[in-house]
């Protein structure tokens, strides 16, 4: 057993001794781009979740109409199977809402008057928003229907987009890694080709000769994975200064959050199968390679 430790601490040296860091922080900036494309596309769906829990409909009545007019629609609505919850909003109500924003009060003593209509509130399934909406502003007392959640499920299906966007991406730089890594063990074996040709002749196993080079793999994936969560980290910072100044504007604390921790081991964790995938490719290969020649 003390052997065996031994051998792979050796290997382990050994690989650490030829690490390339240049590698390392070429693999992390093709990284950095599938995962921070992931914790942009994570904050957007956070936005989208928000904005989505509600699926309403604000119907306005026609700034003409009459309280009677506003009872009938009422009736109406709360009549409808599709809606779940009706409230009225009186015209008089909702100036005053109106009024509690900074600069409206001046705006609308400028005015003189109410300029809102009466309005109603409701709650509706997902599924039947858009068509239920479509009826609604059909009807004669309606001077106009928004659909609050419609632009929300708009940005939801640009996130699911987004995220097979940033899937092909991934696959694509996982490619590129492993032929990084792959030519970076191909490299060390060539200059290491007559060390492992005398260790073949005198009898070192497969798994002697192949263990550094699996180590150099799997470390430089690693690192390369670390490299790629700092710059994410960096930009992440650098946009939630804007972030923050914009999202203030709109009394919102929204910002854009760094992988969780998970996420954050997943990256890693994954550039570094990847880095011992190219590591396995370019060692059975090339090992091959020079084991054929030291036959003939």
Excluded: C
């Excluded at 059909?138 to 699911?160: E, F, I, N, S, T």
């Excluded at 005398?198 to 002697?208: C, E, K, M, Q, R």
């Amino acid at each position: 057993m003390s052997a065996w430790l031994r051998q792979h601490r050796q290997a382990l040296g050994s690989a650490l001794r030829r690490l390339g860091w240049l590698n390392a922080v070429v693999i992390g900036v093709a990284l950095s781009l599938p995962a921070g494309g992931y914790t942009l596309l994570e904050g957007l769906r956070e936005v989208g979740g928000r904005l989505a829990l509600d699926t309403q409909v604000s119907v306005f009545l026609r700034p003409e109409a009459k309280r009677v007019d506003a009872d009938a629609l009422g009736k109406l609505l709360r009549a409808d199977a599709r809606i779940a919850r009706v409230r009225f909003v009186p015209r008089d109500e909702a100036l005053k809402e109106l009024a509690t924003v900074q600069g409206m009060p001046e705006v609308i003593a400028a005015l003189g008057r109410n300029p809102l209509p009466d309005a109603f509130v409701i709650t509706s399934d997902p599924g039947s928003l858009e068509a239920l909406a479509a009826d609604l502003d059909k009807l004669p007392q309606v001077g106009y229907v928004q659909a609050d959640a419609l632009w929300a499920r708009r940005l939801a299906a640009l996130a699911a987009i987004g995220s097979l966007a940033v899937l092909l991406l991934s696959t694509l730089l996982g490619v590129g890694l492993v032929a990084v890594t792959f030519n970076t063990i191909r490299l060390q074996i060539l200059t290491q080709r007559a060390e492992i040709e005398v260790s073949n002749l005198i009898g070192a196993t497969d798994a002697f000769i192949r263990r550094p080079f699996y180590y150099l793999g799997l470390l430089q994936g690693l690192l390369g994975g670390a490299v790629a969560l700092a710059i994410v980290a960096l930009g992440t910072w650098l946009l939630n200064r804007e972030v923050s100044a914009l999202a203030h504007s709109y009394g919102s604390a929204f910002q854009i959050a760094f992988p969780a921790p998970g996420d954050a081991f997943a990256v890693v964790g994954f550039a570094g199968l990847l880095g011992t995938l190219g590591a396995h490719l370019s060692v059975s290969r090339h090992l091959r390679d020079i084991d054929a020649s030291t036959r003939y």
